[in-house]
């Protein structure tokens, strides 16, 4: 005989496994008992005729006989645990037993120690994603552009979180736990993710560098050796495209506003594209050292 | 000599228990409601943890009784560490209550 069951797409986070509990006490009064328990979703089983209590511990479990061993003496029955740690325990409900023969932490200390791991670990994760928002901070403040704002803003909504998820682990420690790691765990995923393809797409977006120059084919003057301009509107990389013939060798020099050389090629002919420069923000000058007879074409991207 | 923490109440009981000779955790969980006229329960979770910490320290010792074929059961025995811990304990109690009770 087949039995009926179903699956739940459910997600509680570490500091919300109270509230798991009390689901699973809710689900087995409607008849539907835990078969797995998984991070993000459950199996349960239709039986109408059990009711059962359920219980969550966290730990690691060094010696898995002796910790079944000491639930199964006082009639918790082991139900499944999750790959991250969380461990379910059932118990057939009488109600003539008093509400404390359903709890598996009896005393503050114990209950605080069980907290105490699964907060630190939230926290460790928390400081190793918050010394990556910083860096990240670091980076867009030495390689300021468009998407900047949005990446801050991301930034602010990830710390926000992370301060929100500290409050609730902190007064979880202080009074009964009632609460998740995974929900901050995910969000903090999401957010993150979030935030990448915000800057991607944004970065993709921005307004294109190109600039198409076409100088000197015969005799043109130029004035002061300077031929033209150009303005880095954010510091970034761009890529030239530079290809020249002259009839004597010739050099081709970037320079930025202090007259301090940027990029120089020189020679009679020269053709290269994709010439990568990392140029701050502010106004380049081009300069060739002839004044007549040559031919170039430059691509700024 | 250093002095020790005082002991959670869980601890104390347990370690109480096992002085009066070596006794599975269910066995412990039941002296212990009779002795503290149920005001003392040591849940699962509980029990497993202060017995893991207790087993660290080098308070108690895991023995596994009877030979094959025969019910083997686990029980925890108390080293003199323990019992070491456990006198701390009770005269860290005697002294407050009786500093308590002078005048």
């Known amino acids: 005989m087949s039995k009926e069951t179903k699956r739940t797409f459910t997600f509680y986070s570490a500091w919300d496994y109270e509230r798991e509990e009390k ?100 926290l460790g994760m928390g400081a190793v994603i918050g010394a990556f928002l910083l860096a990240y901070l670091v980076w867009m403040i030495l390689r300021p552009k468009l998407p900047t704002l949005f990446f801050l803003l991301s930034f602010l909504l990830l710390s926000v979180m992370l ?50 120059m076409q100088a000197g084919s015969v005799d043109r003057p130029i004035v002061d050796e300077r031929w033209n301009e150009f303005s880095a509107p954010y510091t970034d990389f761009y890529y030239l495209d530079l290809e020249f013939e002259a009839p004597v060798p010739m050099t081709f020099r970037v320079l930025d506003k202090q007259g301090g050389v940027v990029y120089s090629a020189s020679g009679v002919s020269f053709c290269e594209k994709g010439i990568r420069l990392r140029l701050p923000r502010g106004t380049y000058e081009f300069s060739m050292d002839v004044s007549s007879g040559y031919r170039l074409d430059l691509k700024i991207r | ?58 308070w108690i010792r895991e023995i596994l009784s009877g030979g094959p074929g025969q019910d083997r059961r686990r029980l925890y025995h108390l080293t003199d560490e323990g019992c070491e811990a456990l006198q701390a304990e009770i005269a860290r109690l005697r002294r407050m209550l009786n500093n308590a009770e002078e005048e």
């Open chain 1, 163 to 212: 301060v929100r998820g500290a409050l609730v682990m902190k007064r979880s420690e202080t009074r009964r736990a009632r609460s998740h790691e995974g929900a901050i765990f995910l969000t903090f995923i999401a957010a993150i993710l979030l935030c990448l393809i915000t800057g991607t797409v944004l970065a993709a977006l921005r307004p294109s560098m190109n600039s198409d």
């Open chain 1, 23 to 122: 689901d699973l006490d809710r689900a087995s009064e409607q008849g539907w008992q835990l078969l797995k328990a998984g991070l993000f979703s459950s199996k349960f089983v239709k039986n109408p005729d059990l009711r059962y209590r359920y219980q969550l511990d966290y730990r690691e479990i060094e010696d898995k006989a002796r910790y079944l061993e000491t639930f199964r003496e006082q009639g918790w029955e082991y139900v499944d645990s999750t790959f991250n740690g969380w461990h379910y325990f059932r118990k057939v409900y009488d109600p003539d037993l008093p509400e404390e023969a359903y709890r598996i932490f009896t005393d503050e200390e114990s209950l605080r120690e069980m907290n105490g791991r699964w907060i630190r670990l939230a």
């Open chain 2, 1 to 58: 000599m250093k002095r020790r923490e005082p002991l959670s109440e869980s601890y104390f009981y347990i370690l109480l228990c096992l002085a009066r000779g070596d006794n599975h955790g269910y066995g412990i969980m039941q002296m212990t409601e009779k002795l503290s006229g149920g005001e003392v329960t040591i849940g699962s979770g509980t029990m497993y943890g202060a017995t893991d910490n207790m087993m660290k320290k080098g």
